[in-house]
């Protein structure tokens, strides 16, 4: 080999080790810089080594320890499908665009935490943009076919995983989504997928996240190790991966009405259910206790990140009867026919603001319950 061969190939290594190290040295530093700190202690969620909403009840109620959230999983959302990316065109501009997307989420996060919500789930590859769909050709997903991590959705979802930490909120990560994960080619892409998700998050120093392996597990997935009977190896796998002795906490949800298996109850860090479908909330409340009761269950929390169903100006609603369970209540908001561009969350282009009537009643009862002030509306 030539001098100058072997001195090229000597200066690309090296370039290399020092690029490698540079990252090594930002992601310490990031690491240490981080603000927020989520844990569970039995059934409570603290965040930096207190309680959430510490001291709180309502309407005797205890409200300590909860995470009130709500669904903005659209936060990262691009369609790379050029057939259909059309379809989320902005009222004013007549174009989509991921940026502004994530841009006005990042804007809205600090008045959401100002109502007092505490945790948001944000998914790598999104929710139905339309609300609701049984077919899905969009193309959203920060997963590739091999099971890589594209860097443009990442480099979105960073942004606001920072911001969460600078507000000290919560963030529920979903890696998997039934819609999209049929464009994941094969179970070893799936398991790449996971991995890389898990290092990354970890790799950045990120305390303030819950993992959510899947959306639904037991709702139309393509991939035998995300449905029901399997998907607890994805949970125990991340549970195994750690830097510097830490993990990350982790579990996946069911569809709306449907308490967690066995297999989950058993290795999850906390319970995930959706109250979708779920039209009389005597059901929630069944739900929490039907959860307490399936065999293997050890006191943990139990987090509803899911529920289109409101009525929050009667005094009993499935977010109030969660509560008075002691359970975590989230909000799907997702624009019905005819509604405008303010209303839901879910549908893209999302107006990340509290801008209807909706958003705006439940964020006063977010408020209420937890009891933090709210700026005049």
């Not at 109502?115 to 590739?144: D, K, M, R, V």
């Not at 510097?244 to 860090?269: F, I, K, M």
């Amino acid at each position: 080999m030539k001098a100058s061969v072997r001195l090229i190939l000597r200066t690309a290594v090296l370039a290399l080790v020092i690029f490698g190290l540079a990252q090594a040295v930002a992601n310490a530093d990031s690491a240490s810089a981080r603000q927020t700190t989520v844990s569970i202690v039995g059934d409570e969620f603290q965040i930096n080594g207190r309680p959430t909403y510490a001291g709180r009840f309502w309407h005797s109620h205890k409200i300590e320890g909860l995470l009130l959230n709500s669904r903005m999983v659209q936060g990262i959302f691009d369609d790379l499908n050029p057939a259909t990316v059309s379809r989320w065109a902005y009222p004013d501009t007549g174009k989509w665009d991921a940026e502004r997307n994530t841009r006005e989420f990042l804007a809205a996060m600090p008045e959401w935490r100002r109502h007092g919500l505490l945790a948001f789930t944000i998914n790598l590859q999104g929710g139905a943009p339309i609300g609701y769909a049984n077919e899905q050709p969009w193309l959203n997903s920060a997963i590739a076919p091999d099971g890589s991590l594209r860097p443009a959705y990442l480099n979105r979802l960073a942004r606001i995983l920072d911001q969460a930490d600078e507000l000290g909120m919560v963030a529920i990560v979903g890696y998997f989504y039934f819609g999209q994960d049929e464009r994941i080619r094969d179970e070893a892409a799936v398991l790449r997928a996971t991995d890389d998700a898990t290092h990354w998050l970890l790799d950045g120093g990120y305390r303030n996240v819950l993992v959510e392996i899947n959306n639904e597990c037991n709702i139309a997935y393509d991939h035998a190790i995300l449905q029901p009977e399997r998907v607890s190896e994805l949970i125990s796998r991340v549970q195994a991966m750690k830097r510097n002795g830490r993990r990350l906490l982790v579990s996946t949800s069911y569809g709306g009405g449907t308490v967690p298996q066995e297999n989950v109850v058993r290795a999850a860090d906390f319970l995930l259910m959706h109250g979708n479908g779920v039209t009389d909330p005597a059901r929630i409340a069944g739900m929490v206790r039907a959860a307490r009761a399936v065999p293997g269950y050890s006191s943990k929390p139990i987090l509803f990140n899911e529920d289109d169903h409101y009525d929050f100006d009667k005094p009993v609603n499935n977010f109030t009867t969660a509560v008075g369970e002691y359970a975590s209540w989230g909000f799907f908001d997702y624009r019905r026919p005819g509604e405008s561009f303010a209303e839901g969350y879910q549908n893209m282009p999302a107006d990340w603001a509290i801008s209807s009537d909706r958003k705006r009643a439940f964020f006063r009862l977010v408020s209420e319950v937890s009891g933090e002030a709210r700026p005049a509306e």
